[in-house]
């Protein structure tokens, strides 16, 4: 070993001249000391600093935050261009800020929401269609929207118990589609969405109601509409259930409740209406009705002819007993409950005695039936031609 071994300083500060070792480590303690005072300190600075980094870009993002709450994307101005919006029935603000700023007419739902939450007319918006202009303030949408001018769809309520050409027929005078284009689309009924049990008919499973009809819609669209309302509304009375409950199967229930339908006047009627269907098919009576008659010969009328009784048709229930193949019309809701809850009773005949104020008497007896049939008839010959 040399000299310099011996006196060599292990922290770098060289070779030193011979000390007293006590001295020697109290020196050196003191140095490890100041060191980690030096790393302390560094380490409380990193801190500091990085804690103000953190929190210092919270705030900048915090602030943005706030203000894009309070003061969210939208555009200025009228906006341009034209973009047919559908608002849906029963819509709220924020579905109808994401329906707009989906069509791009608003640039965000926020700002929209913001705009309808301080509208007090907002709650009157109607469902349907509009006709709106892409790029639009919120203010400025929602002002198009409140202006029953902006209305684009048409607007149109089929009744009850109207038969599918009286549909087409009706849909053809609003939309301008012919009658024709409605029939070919219900003889290709795979694209429609009609339940299994409809066999491909769509003879009462155009579901009767309002409905908004797309400006720009098909005939196959507006079809498949109307079908998917009555797959929706079935679904929500379980009439699959409800039919099972009553030992028929759901096309069964849909063709009875057409006849109910077809021969009622008054809601209150339907039940006793399809206690009488019943009570005919249990015992084996044809049902006898005009109108699976008048269904078969595609008329309307209060006059039924012994010639029109003879037509060979599995609609006419003069020569056929049981129900019918199909249903007559598309009956409403409450002909389809009538039809898997019908009233308790003995009756076996009804006749609308006046059928203008739609007044119908219910008998069980074939006595009984005759009288109510001379009402009638009084009935028709006050009124000629009816």
């Known amino acids: 070993m040399n000299d310099l071994d011996l006196f ?13 070792r006590g001295r020697r480590d109290q020196r050196r303690r003191r140095k490890r000391q100041k ?15 990085f804690l103000v980094a953190v929190f210092g870009t919270g705030g900048v993002l915090g602030y943005a935050w706030l203000d894009d709450k309070q003061h969210p994307p939208d555009y200025g101005g009228a906006g341009s261009g034209k973009v047919t919006v559908q608002i849906s029935d029963g819509a709220t603000g924020s579905v109808i800020g994401a329906t707009l700023e989906r069509h791009r007419v608003v640039k965000s739902s926020r700002a929209f929401v913001k705009v309808y939450n301080k509208e007090t007319r907002a709650s009157s918006i109607q469902p349907g269609f509009y006709q709106m202009r892409l790029r639009m303030s919120s203010a400025a949408a929602m002002a198009l929207l409140l202006d029953p001018k902006s209305r684009a769809g048409n607007q149109i309520t089929i009744p009850e118990g109207r038969r599918a050409i009286e549909v087409f027929e009706l849909l053809a005078k609003k939309t301008g589609i012919s009658v024709k284009e409605f029939q070919a689309v219900a ?39 109307m079908v998917a309302r009555f797959n929706r509304e079935a679904e929500s009375v379980d009439l ?4 099972r409950e009553a030992k028929m199967n759901p096309a069964t229930v849909i063709t009875l409740a057409s006849l109910v339908q077809a021969e009622g006047g008054k809601p209150s009627d339907l039940p006793k209406i399809s206690r009488v269907i019943y009570n005919r098919v249990a015992r084996g009576m044809p049902l006898q009705f005009d109108t699976t008659v008048l269904y078969a010969l595609n008329r309307r009328t209060l006059t039924v002819t012994n010639d029109d009784l003879k037509v060979d048709s599995p609609y006419n229930t003069y020569l056929h007993r049981g129900l019918p193949p199909g249903p007559i019309a598309n009956p409403g809701p ?7 809850s019908p009233e308790d009773g003995t009756w076996l ?15 069980t007896t074939e006595p009984e039936r005759q009288a109510i049939e001379k009402e009638f008839r009084a009935w028709q010959k006050a009124h000629p031609g009816q």
């Open 8 to 20: 060599s300083d292990p922290y770098g500060d060289g070779p030193r001249a011979e000390e007293p």
């Open 35 to 49: 060191r980690r005072r030096r790393s302390g300190r560094a380490a409380a600075l990193f801190a500091m600093a």
């Open 187 to 225: 003889r290709r009924p795979k694209k429609l969405g009609l339940p299994s049990y409809a066999r491909g008919k769509v003879e009462g499973y155009l579901y009767p109601g309002r409905y908004d009809l797309d400006p720009n819609g098909s005939a196959e669209q507006i079809l498949k509409e």
């Open 240 to 243: 699959v259930g409800k039919a």
């Open 334 to 340: 409450d002909a389809i409950e009538a039809a898997v």
């Open 349 to 363: 005949y009804f006749i609308a005695t006046d059928p203008t104020s739609k007044v119908t008497k219910f008998a």
